[in-house]
């Protein structure tokens, strides 16, 4: 019973570096999310997907980009060029089944991102 | 823009004791659900407890439990018999719209002392 699965848990990068997050769910949930989480403040969203093949932004978009593929279950996060203003633990989130967006969201454990 | 508002950064209770910690939000939905979210020193966060705006009748979960005041844009929660495993930093989140937003605020770290 995974839920949802971030990988990684730990990376750090050097300024100008990319890389991607990646975030898959278990439980055929239509609706996925990512966020970020910095100290002394609750999560904001980056970007989320309401369905296959689709993705909108959030509160915070601005240097990141997302995909989810026509494997529903799969939401990446990429960072084209990380910038220290980016170090965060960022947090992937879905939630669906009966009653669709309104039904609580199930976490991953989070990656912690450092960016020197 | 919705925005949610948890005025104590920090709070401390003792063991067996009982504790509230309050949110307020700002919105002009009538439709919205709120949520409390638990996150532990391990990072996972864990759903408490939901609140549908639509019912007037307060939610509980086991020793947890909401004052929702819709008018006064107000939903604290309640932990009776406070555990030690109920450390952690506790978030106030409201869903928006049909895309499933959440709006967090800003957190309240609870001590339960011994």
């Known amino acids: 019973n995974a839920g949802v699965t971030q990988t990684p848990k730990f990376r750090v990068l050097k300024t100008g570096q990319s890389m991607t997050l990646l975030c898959a769910q278990d439980?055929?949930?239509?609706?996925m999310y990512w966020y970020r989480q910095d100290p002394g403040m609750g999560l904001r969203l980056i970007h989320y997907?309401?369905?296959?093949?689709?993705?909108?932004k959030g509160e915070v978009p601005d240097g990141y980009n997302v995909s989810r593929l026509k494997k529903k279950q799969n939401f990446l996060l990429g960072l084209e060029s990380a910038a220290p203003s980016q170090t965060s633990v960022y947090f992937c989130?879905?939630?669906?089944?009966?009653?669709?967006?309104?039904?609580?969201?199930?976490f991953g454990d989070g990656t912690r991102l450092s960016i020197l | 823009a919705q925005t949610v508002t948890q005025s104590q950064p920090e709070m401390s209770v003792q063991e067996a004791e009982t504790v509230t910690l309050s949110c307020t939000y700002d919105?002009?939905?009538?439709?919205?659900?709120l949520f409390w979210y638990k996150q532990p020193p391990s990072r996972q966060m864990i759903l408490v407890i939901r609140?549908?705006?639509?019912?007037?009748q307060n939610a509980t979960e086991n020793r947890f439990s909401v004052n929702f005041q819709k008018a006064a844009k107000s939903f604290s929660l309640k932990i009776s018999d406070s555990q030690l495993g109920d450390t952690a930093m506790y978030f106030c989140?409201?869903?928006?719209?049909?895309?499933?937003?959440?709006?967090f605020g800003q957190g309240t770290t609870l001590q339960v002392k011994p």
């Open positions: 439980m055929n949930h239509e609706y």
């Open positions: 989140a409201f869903l928006t719209g049909n895309t499933g937003k959440l709006i």
């Open positions: 989130a879905s939630s669906g089944g009966t009653g669709g967006w309104n039904q609580p969201q199930h």
């Open positions: 919105t002009s939905e009538n439709n919205y659900y």
């Open positions: 609140q549908e705006a639509y019912k007037q």
């Open positions: 997907s309401v369905g296959e093949g689709t993705t909108a």
